[in-house]
């Protein structure tokens, strides 16, 4: 198998878990809560956590959802992180709420004086803060400087505000730049990674509906990771935000950068397919979302193709006439009728 060379960067604590170094590519997602509504914002999150979500971000607006946080934390077992626009008050709030990370976009916290103050307070509490250059909002004078949102333009950004942060002594940074242009977010992610030693956030910012935005995210995020870089991922999808965790773990699995459950492999189906795979397929996926086993399933349409075709699965079926095979690596078990196929792979499934 091939492995895919990552860059080696800082490693930064965030909560109960260190982002970057040797460490995994981390999961996260963003409540699409509102986050005064602690009931709600800590049921979705615990939902997430289910699903495999390993960071949580909530949006702050005001100062009740910044003391919200305190009583969210207390319910929840992953990381935290508040993001913060505008008012650098309400990241003092969250800091001191004890939130786990501080995400702000610089570009619209306002002068070097109010970011001291969040710097400040981090510091004091081991709290680390990303960096979140954003193309929507890049500052002004790099817009004009040159002449319209850039890859240079947007890590000059991200350099300006590090350069900001190290001034005062405070190291433990995360940096992301987000586009919602897949050549632009590649392009620029490649020049950063190789500027700085600091964890990257990646993600394609307003990527779309789940459809729409599982494809642009898997192509945006998989190019980028593919090249080494990155070392959290946040899919951003109009939809469920569980959606995002299903996403982002196909993409760390597709580049074999992270192991989650059982590996699919189905055939696309051809004139030689006489049974329903397509709803076959669809229901061992569905049936197998919570299982949690490190194994390789194969969906195959016939049986003079289909073993062979998986032969590195663990298990799996082969369609015939009315009727399909159970295999395992490769090797037929026995033939079962159509509508049991589903039933007896799953027992064989839970038997591994
Ligand atoms: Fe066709 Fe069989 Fe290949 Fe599926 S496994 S695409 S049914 S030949």
């Given at each position: 198998m091939i492995n895919i060379n990552r860059k080696k960067t800082k490693e930064i604590k965030i909560g109960n878990i260190y982002l970057g170094g040797n460490n995994p590519i981390y999961i996260q997602s963003m409540c699409n809560t509102d986050t005064k509504d602690i009931k709600s914002t800590v049921n979705q999150i615990l939902a997430l956590e289910e699903a495999g979500c390993e960071i949580i971000r909530v949006a702050v607006l005001d100062m009740q959802s910044a003391f919200a946080i305190k009583d969210i934390k207390k319910q929840i077992n992953i990381p935290i992180v508040?993001?913060?626009?505008?008012?650098?008050?309400?990241?003092?709030?969250?800091?001191?709420?004890?939130?786990?990370?501080?995400?702000?976009?610089?570009?619209?916290?306002?002068?070097?004086?109010?970011?001291?103050k969040i710097v400040d307070k981090a510091k004091e509490r081991n709290i680390a803060i990303r960096i979140g250059v954003n193309s929507g909002s890049l500052e002004k004078n790099i817009i004009q400087m040159y002449n319209g949102v850039t890859s240079k333009g947007l890590v000059e950004s991200a350099l300006n505000n590090i350069n900001i942060l190290e001034k005062y002594n405070f190291e433990n940074i995360i940096v992301s730049i987000k586009a919602s242009s897949v050549p632009l977010s590649i392009e620029s992610y490649s020049m950063l990674s190789e500027k700085i030693d600091y964890p990257i956030h990646l993600g394609i910012t307003e990527a779309g509906t789940i459809w729409r935005g599982t494809i642009k995210s898997s192509v945006g995020i998989g190019t980028i990771l593919s090249k080494g870089i990155g070392d959290t991922i946040r899919v951003s999808l109009t939809g469920d935000p569980i959606e995002e965790i299903y996403c982002a773990k196909e993409i760390l699995k597709s580049l074999c950068l992270r192991k989650f459950g059982i590996e699919f492999i189905s055939c696309p189906t051809c004139g030689r397919t006489k049974i329903d795979l397509i709803s076959i397929a669809r229901e061992i996926e569905d049936k197998c979302k919570h299982i949690n086993k490190n194994i390789t399933v194969a969906i195959m349409g016939c049986a003079v193709n289909g073993p062979g075709e998986a032969k590195e699965a663990d298990i799996g079926i082969a369609g015939g006439i009315g009727e399909g095979v159970i295999f395992k690596k490769g090797k037929v078990l026995r033939k079962v009728k159509e509508y049991e196929l589903v039933s007896e792979l799953m027992k064989e499934i839970e038997n591994l």
């Open positions: 508040a993001d913060i626009h505008f008012d650098y008050r309400l990241a003092l709030e969250c800091i001191a709420s004890g939130v786990d990370k501080i995400r702000i976009n610089p570009g619209n916290i306002g002068d070097e004086s109010r970011i001291k």
